[in-house]
Each structure stands twice: as structure tokens, then as C-alpha cells.
């Protein structure tokens, strides 16, 4: 048996039995062994940024990795922006990146490069097989260590790909996610009990639906209000569950939505930080007379210690619930809001939503929150152009589920190539362009920054036509059924038309 052909056998044994690839000369004999694992399911990306992409939503939507094949360092830069998103939201994930024989790699090859150290920027986990006999117990280690989040980078030269006397290794035990110490809980209780104004502030598993309900439970007793980070990796949302703010991304408006707390009590999340520095701008929200409290950090099995809490604080207490509701369908222009409220009252059931719409989100939350219970995956690092990617991933992961992208023009086309796997793969994902032909975050922030003018060049930097964009003619062209809607009303037409046939759509919806 080649290296190659234990490293699959021994990650379909440990459980990552999907590998999303655009894989290279290096990683053929990779290739070639997946005839001899069928029972590993692989998915062609025609750029790494995708694959990469794709396994951060598979994990999200799985709780358990995916592995990626990417070619050398070239690839694995490719994919960085989405390597660092899926390190943001603590994605499991097992990247094998293929190198150069051992013989050829002192002879500085034209795609040589310091693979190891690149790897080590965005994972948990690095290693480098030197032999054949090395790779099945390094592939191994690699899916234990990141049994509760993280990226694990295996390095995989050629020779030792091809090379036999390799052998299967059996899986090792997943290390148990850390529990919280009873004293913990205690002391944050104590806080809690007080009369001080206090947010409780959720993340990673505190914003599963165990998770909410728990924080529910601790804010109807104490009086704490609830709070998600921006971008939280993967909420449950929905009728019959708490309606919990997320903390806005302007730096001005986050910095009012934490005005008057006195204790921030942190739940799978962080303490959270602008995303970028300002003039005349403190560098987080937080007030400077607050107090914050760790309950559990990310990693940590904070949906238990919600559920210790919740007892311990508030043990009669019953959590505020939605109720199920509906936005009415609009009619008329084609606004934002508009985008959402159509979105709020066609929601279908299970839904997954994945949320890349940046400055045309507006109202989404808000009019999607009492819709039938479903998942949002967000953009947790802040690069921009996983949406797509994204969406194959979860879709791959959840085939019995429909997958709706809500997706800004301008970060689509960093990756819009994965329509093309969307395609192929006959992913029941409905893909809504938000097309208002600009880089709107980007006006946002010129301002912000203080860089505000009126100058025609600066300007046509953050502009998207001359040529304009044509998403129909895209997503046609990569095999993707797609419709243009310049109203309310078309919106709404065409994606109950979508949602209502399997397989993958694309609504380019044109704002005003």
C-alpha cells in the first residue's frame, strides 16, 4: 500500500469521508487512490479558495471535519482568505497539501515554497510526513487534535504519496471538549444577582439552540441582556427561540449598543474588537467601567455551562420566545428591505441560511427572526468572498436541506467560480445576488476612515460598472439556472419557482 492509499483509508476510518480538491502534479497518486477508497467522497473546486470555502460550511453544518487536497504552496495561498474565516470560526478541518518529492525539493523548483511556515499563520496542527510508514499515524493524530476546532495542515510530499510500505492507522480517541469549573459558574451567578447592568455575550456553541435557550433562561431571571458576537460561525434561529441581537458592525453603532453595561459576560465568545482601527476611535466597544467575566471560552463546552448557569441563577425563570411570524410580501421597488422582507416570507423550513449580503443585509435579521426554524452561517473572519464556497460545503453536508446564499455582488465574484461546483454536484442551493453594482462597504468605510472626497478616481475604485456585471449570464454559462428580478414582486416570483425545484438557482436581484 502507497502513502497515499493509507492517508484516505485512515481518514475515512476516522470519520472525514469528504475532501473538497483542485489538486496539482504532487497530489496525483492522491488522486488515483480515491478509485481505491470509494467510501470517500470527492469534490472538484476550480480554485482552492473554493475548496477551502466549502469545508469551513461543511463543518459548520457537521460539527466534524472535512479535508481539503490542496497543490503546494501556491494552492494553499490561493485558499488562505478562507483558511482564515474557518480559523475565526474554529472549523474543524484536515488540509493536505502536497509537495515536492524529497529528491527535487533541495533543487529550489520553480513552485518551491515555505509550506510549513505558511501553515503555521492559520493552523492548530502542522506536521510534515518524511515517510511512507509516517503518513497513515500522522493522518490520524492530525483528526484527533482537531476534534474540537481548529485547522490541522498535513504536508504530503510526492515520493511519500507514491511510495509503498505504508499502512493504515486506527483512529485516536477525540480529546473531550473542557468543561467549565463549577467555580466559574459560580462566581459569574454572583454577578449576575447583582442590580449592575449586564449582556451576556454568546458565541460558538452558546449560540446552538440548547445553548440560546440556556442564555434565555439565565436573561428572564436575571435581567441580563443577550447579545451574539457580529459574526457568529453557525445560529440557530427562528420561531421558539430567543430573539437575540447581534452586536453591529459599525464601530460607532456597537459602541452604543454596550453603553451602560457594567458587566460583559462572555459565553464561546471573545471579547469583542473593532474590525478596524479608527481616527478618534477606541480600538473595542466595550465601556471602560466595565467589568468582563469569562463563562466559557471558545472550545469549552459552554452550552453546559449556560445550562449550569441557568440553574444556578435562574432556576424558576422561562426564557422569552418568538412566535412564529411573517413579514407581509412587499411590492413595488426593489430596496434592501425589501430583499429581506421577500426573503422573511418565503423562508421554507430547515432552511440554511448563509449570509454574505455585507451592506445590503439591511433588515434581515430582523424580518427573518420569526420565520420557520433554520441555520445562519456568517462571515466570521472578515474576508470576503466565502458565500458561495460556503454554501457547496453545507449543501455537501446536508443534502436534505435547502441552502440559500444571500450574496453581495462584489465578494461574489471573488469566488464565483463555485457556481460551476454547484453545478456539477446538483447542490439544492438558491444563490440571491444583492447586485447594486458597487463595493457599498467600501463607500462606507472611505467615509469612516475620515478619507471622504469627492474625487472621480477615488471613486471608481469602489464602483462595479463599466462594465457592468452580468450574474445571469454567469451563472448560465457555469450551468446554473438563473433569472434577474428588478421588483418586489419578481423576487418573490422566482424564488418560491427556486425553492420549489432541487438542484442550484441564482436570482440576480438588482437593488434600488
Known amino acids: 500500500m502507497n502513502g497515499a492509499q493509507a492517508l484516505i483509508r485512515t481518514l475515512v476510518d476516522a470519520g472525514v469521508d469528504v475532501c473538497f480538491a483542485n489538486p496539482g502534479t504532487s497530489e496525483m497518486h492522491f488522486v488515483a487512490a480515491l478509485d481505491d477508497v470509494p467510501e470517500m467522497r470527492a ?14 460550511g461543511y463543518a459548520r453544518m457537521t460539527g466534524r471535519p472535512a479535508a481539503t487536497l490542496l497543490h503546494l504552496g501556491p494552492g494553499m495561498g490561493n485558499g488562505l482568505a478562507n483558511l482564515h474565516n474557518a480559523r475565526r470560526g474554529r472549523a474543524p478541518m484536515v488540509n493536505v497539501v502536497g509537495d515536492h518529492a524529497r529528491s527535487h525539493k533541495r533543487l529550489d523548483a520553480p513552485l518551491e515554497s515555505d509550506i510549513d511556515a505558511v501553515a503555521g499563520t492559520f493552523s492548530s496542527w502542522v506536521r510534515r510526513s518524511l515517510a511512507p510508514a509516517d503518513v497513515a499515524a500522522d493522518a490520524a493524530e492530525a483528526v484527533a487534535a482537531i476534534a474540537n476546532g481548529g485547522i490541522a495542515t498535513l504536508v504530503l510530499p510526492a515520493d511519500v504519496s507514491w ?16 468543561r467549565v469549573a463549577p467555580s466559574v459558574v459560580e462566581e459569574v451567578a454572583a454577578v449576575l444577582a447583582g442590580s449592575e447592568p449586564a449582556v451576556l455575550f454568546l458565541g460558538a456553541d452558546a449560540v446552538t439552540e440548547d445553548g440560546l435557550l440556556a442564555a434565555g433562561q439565565v436573561s428572564a431571571g436575571t435581567g441580563a441582556r443577550l447579545m451574539t458576537e457580529t459574526f457568529p460561525a453557525r445560529t440557530a434561529r427562528g420561531a421558539g427561540l430567543p ?10 453603532m456597537a459602541m452604543a449598543a454596550l453603553a451602560g453595561t457594567k458587566h460583559l459576560v462572555l459565553a464561546g465568545a471573545t471579547a469583542p474588537v473593532h474590525f478596524f482601527g479608527y481616527p478618534g476611535v477606541p480600538g473595542h466597544p466595550v465601556p471602560e467601567d466595565c467589568t468582563v467575566h469569562v463563562l466559557s471560552e471558545p472550545g469549552e463546552d459552554g452550552g453546559a455551562a449556560l445550562r449550569a448557569l441557568a440553574e444556578l441563577a435562574a432556576p424558576d425563570a422561562r426564557p422569552e420566545l418568538l412566535e412564529a411570524s411573517r413579514p407581509e410580501l412587499p411590492t413595488g421597488e426593489l430596496t434592501p428591505r425589501a430583499m429581506a422582507a421577500v426573503i422573511g416570507a418565503l423562508l421554507p423550513e430547515r432552511a440554511i441560511v448563509v449570509d454574505e449580503a455585507l451592506t445590503s443585509g439591511v433588515g434581515l435579521m430582523e424580518l427573518t427572526s420569526g420565520a420557520p426554524r433554520h441555520d445562519w ?3 466570521t473572519g472578515g474576508a470576503i468572498g466565502d458565500g458561495l464556497p460556503m454554501a457547496l460545503g453545507a449543501a455537501v453536508a446536508c443534502p436534505d436541506r435547502p441552502v440559500i446564499g444571500i450574496q453581495a455582488d462584489g465578494s461574489a465574484m471573488y469566488t464565483i467560480s463555485a457556481l460551476w461546483s454547484h453545478a456539477r454536484e446538483e447542490a439544492d442551493i438558491t444563490t440571491i445576488v444583492c447586485d447594486n453594482g458597487s463595493y457599498a462597504i467600501l463607500q462606507h ?11 472621480e478616481r477615488a471613486a471608481k475604485l469602489l464602483d462595479l460598472g463599466g462594465p457592468g456585471l452580468d450574474f445571469v449570464a454567469l451563472a448560465q454559462g457555469m450551468g446554473v439556472p438563473a433569472s434577474r428580478a428588478t421588483t418586489a414582486e419578481e423576487l418573490a416570483d422566482q424564488l ?8 442550484p438557482h441564482l436570482i440576480d436581484a438588482v437593488l434600488r
Open 43 to 56: 469534490v472538484l473546486t476550480l480554485f482552492e479558495g473554493v475548496a477551502t470555502g466549502a469545508a469551513d
Open 163 to 178: 511510495e509503498e510500505g505504508a499502512e493504515v492507522a486506527r483512529p485516536l480517541p477525540a480529546r473531550p471538549r473542557p
Open 243 to 252: 430573539d437575540v441581537a447581534r452586536l453591529p458592525y459599525p464601530p460607532e
Open 377 to 379: 452561517l456568517a462571515l
Open 445 to 455: 468605510e472611505l467615509s469612516r476612515v475620515g478619507a471622504a472626497g469627492d474625487g
Open 496 to 503: 418560491r419557482a427556486a425553492l420549489a425545484e432541487p438542484g
